[in-house]
């Protein structure tokens, strides 16, 4: 039955080495079974639904993903997406987390579209590489603030905006432990490594008596305080369909970056370089981020951890099936994901904004006409606290420079009208 649905001699893989990889990739992306409760609770959502909702989102991604599209990939609520749906949607911009899940859904239900149709091609191809690439520079410093803030590292002061935190606090102190340990371990290319500073961060918090560990191992907790709580009919408010826009773009780009790179390393592309089965991976990660919405999380999305299972050599749908299964078990430990403080996390939050920085590395800095831009939607997320005002910055700014600096036949059409937008949605509705 396994060789009929994953064809598994035509990919020279046997059910051992499939299994093996699906629990390197897993324990890879553990980690954000702590940090995205931790993240969504501070919405007022609960702590042990949106637990349940996490490991349901992944575990319906992946399955997904291995059955249909047949790829080692597996799939998660994405990082940045979750702090942008805390943070700015629900914390900053005032709406309720109940309408925050509408608008992810939303934005699957376009993505799915977009991909039965074809159009993410065009979309995408739209796009500077330059500008993707400062998109996603943006959302690494996104997240790195919040980690800091979580860390008290960084705190608010009201001459200076932020101000350094009180570094004689425990919670500060174990934070720059986990990130130096985080690193190291990367470095040292150690299975879990993310997941490995976690639980040494938060095993340290217990033993000095800065936490509790209240259990380990119990039933899973009731979903039903998240469940089918979405309000779609308020994510359609005018003032919305920007974040709509941001969830849809992010996670646009984030999956077809993902997909290609993974496949690449996995030498999956056919003789054209392109990836077979696209369609259906794009629509696996659609379904999964509109499932998750529907269960309680943010934005489900393909995760490149996913590597890591190819580097230990799986190369079909099997290994995602296996990361569904183990983030299903995973539902037994909701008690340990609880334990985790923030400080935990925050070294993971930072740790992720270091890879996600290094898109940075691809831009040529000695053309203005695209530094600048990238520069601008950079800072703007962090200092906006909005992705979806970073994406707008960077839009208006690339379509102004490039028209000013005498370069208007290098934009086409998509970015002409796309800034025109966010210009009326900055002016109007910021």
């Known amino acids: 039955m396994l060789e009929r649905l994953f064809q598994l001699k035509a990919h020279n893989t046997s059910v051992r080495t499939e299994v093996l990889a699906g629990i390197t990739t897993f324990l890879t992306m553990a980690y954000i079974l702590f940090v995205n409760p931790n993240m969504l609770a501070e919405t007022g959502m609960d702590h042990g639904a949106v637990f349940v909702a996490t490991c349901l989102a992944a575990a319906v991604g992946s399955l997904v993903m291995g059955l249909l599209a047949n790829y080692p990939i597996a799939l998660a609520p994405g990082m940045g997406l979750n702090a942008f749906f805390t943070y700015t949607v629900v914390m900053t911009m005032g709406y309720s987390w109940q309408t925050a899940l509408g608008a992810v859904f939303l934005s699957g239900a376009i993505f799915f579209l977009l991909s039965i149709f ?14 993707r690439a400062g998109i996603a520079a943006g959302i690494g410093l996104f997240l790195a603030i919040i980690a800091l803030k979580n860390a008290g590292i960084v705190v608010d002061h009201p001459a200076t905006l932020v101000g350094l935190g009180d570094m004689s606090q425990g919670g500060a102190l174990l934070a720059c432990l986990g990130f130096f340990v985080i690193a190291a371990l ?3 290319k150690v299975t879990g490594a993310v997941m490995i500073g976690i639980l040494l961060v938060t095993g340290l918090s217990i033993a000095l008596g800065l936490s509790e560990l209240p259990g380990v191992i119990s039933m899973p907790p009731s979903l039903m305080p998240t469940l089918l709580q ?6 359609l408010d005018i003032g919305l369909i920007s974040v709509i826009f941001a969830f849809l773009f992010v996670d646009l780009f984030d999956t ?3 997909l290609v790179g993974v496949a690449q390393k996995a030498d999956l592309l056919d003789k054209d370089g392109k990836m077979p089965r696209l369609g259906r991976a794009l629509m696996a990660d659609s379904t999964a981020t509109m499932a998750g919405a529907a269960l309680g999380t943010s934005t489900t999305t393909s995760y490149i951890e996913s590597a ?4 230990a050599g799986g190369r079909t749908g099997l290994t995602a099936c296996v990361v569904a299964a183990l983030f299903l078990l995973s539902l037994f430990f909701a008690p340990l994901a609880g334990s985790v403080p923030a400080y935990a996390t925050a ?8 890879l996600m920085m290094s898109s940075l590395a691809q831009i040529d800095w000695d053309d ?3 530094a600048a831009p990238v520069v601008a ?5 962090p200092l906006t606290f909005s992705i979806a005002n970073g994406i707008a910055f960077g839009f208006i700014a690339w379509t102004g420079i490039k028209l000013l600096s005498g370069r208007a036949r290098e934009l086409n059409a998509a970015m002409w009208v796309l800034s025109a937008l966010f210009i009326v949605k900055l002016a109007y509705f910021a």
Do not use: H, Q
């Open 377 to 381: 939607a950079a800072l703007a997320m």
């Open 347 to 354: 070294p993971a939050l930072l740790f992720v904004a270091v």
């Open 256 to 258: 077809s970056g993902t």
């Open 230 to 235: 979405l309000d779609i009919a308020g994510a």
């Open 308 to 311: 890591a299972g190819i580097s």
């Open 368 to 370: 203005l006409t695209v």
């Open 186 to 188: 990367a470095y040292r």
């Open 118 to 131: 074809k159009i993410r091609e065009w979309i995408i191809n739209s796009i500077p590489l330059a500008l």
